[in-house]
Nanobody, 120 residues
């Protein structure tokens, strides 16, 4: 069983910064894509940023130029540096990882979520 544990959320003023971290633990062969999603109250969960094992990245238009996703494959970890935060960034942020088991099967896994609140 794989666990994704997130940290780094909190309350910050508009224009501030936060850094989210997520580490995977358990027994598995590898992790393919990793990413961050967010869900605001009354809205659907949406992709914020994703990163492939080799480092290629993809961002939602709303965060381009402000957020940076990175990963440490040796630590099975993914990070999200969030700068110039806006009140509309307020949401629960979820870590996601496509975990590959020793049989070659891929299991999408989710963290428990961490709250990010940006005050105006």
């Amino acid at each position: 069983q794989v666990q994704l544990v997130e940290s780094g959320g909190g309350l910050v003023q508009a224009g501030g910064s936060l850094r989210l971290s997520c580490a995977a633990s358990g027994i598995f062969f590898n992790i393919n894509d990793m990413g961050w999603y967010r869900q605001a109250p009354g809205k659907q969960r949406q992709l914020v940023a994703a990163i492939q094992w080799g480092g290629s990245t993809n961002y939602a238009d709303s965060v381009k130029g402000r957020f940076t996703i990175s990963r440490d494959n040796a630590k099975n970890a993914v990070y999200l540096q969030m700068n110039s935060l806006k009140p509309e960034d307020t949401a629960v942020y979820y870590c996601n990882a496509d975990v590959v088991n020793f049989g070659g099967l891929i299991f999408p896994s989710w963290g428990q979520g961490t709250q990010v609140t940006v005050s105006s």
